[in-house]
């Protein structure tokens, strides 16, 4: 049963909350996958070194792993929304196969510039804005204090500083140690 908001019938404060997730968040491009720019098509998709096994350390540690990632190619008009969910969904079964998973994808699909009336625009998801990662903050009642962004660009610090969430910052090699390192 949920409680009521507002309401303070329930139990003295504390005693009935229910304890919060925690999450690994992770960019795409250049992070988990070599960054071709608007990659859309599974065939293109390239590992990151480590990438997979990175996820399944944060999945074995009772992480959520969320993909949060600025697809402004959909603004563009190179591609639809409908392949950012694509290549989600190949990640995932390819993830499977080592007993890991993303939990959940969140996407901007906007941007200034863009050439697609209904995507164009200055929007509040679009990294570094905190916005997609507020959102999956709440979706999944997630505890920022014990989460990490885990990106390769200054912008994904920037969305991480943002959203006060600490950055860890992807520069080459194997993604599965900086996240051994990072993430305990
Ligand atoms: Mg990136
Ligand atoms: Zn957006």
């Known amino acids: 049963m949920q409680a009521q908001p507002g309401s303070s019938a329930a139990s003295p404060a ?25 990659l859309h098509r599974p065939e293109d998709f390239q590992w990151i070194p480590g990438a997979q096994e990175a996820i399944k350390y944060v999945n074995d540690r009772g992480y959520l792993a969320i993909l949060v990632t600025n697809q402004s190619g959909v603004a563009r008009g190179y591609y639809p929304e409908s392949d950012v969910v694509r290549v989600y ?46 959102r999956a903050c709440e979706e999944f009642a997630i505890d920022k204090a014990s989460s990490y962004f885990v990106g390769d660009t200054e912008s994904d610090m920037a969305c991480a500083r943002n959203a006060g969430i600490r950055g860890v910052r992807y520069e080459g090699g194997s993604l599965l140690a900086l996240v051994r390192a990072a993430v305990k």
């Open 14 to 38: 504390g005693a009935g909350r229910r304890r919060r997730a925690k999450a690994v968040f992770f960019d795409r491009d250049g992070t988990l996958n070599v960054d071709i720019h608007y």
């Open 89 to 134: 969904d190949w990640m995932n079964a390819e993830l499977q196969r080592s007993g890991a998973h993303l939990d959940a994808l969140y996407y901007c699909p906007h941007h200034p510039d863009g050439s697609v009336p209904r995507y164009t625009k200055t929007c509040v998801c679009r990294k570094p804005s905190p916005g997609l990662v507020d």
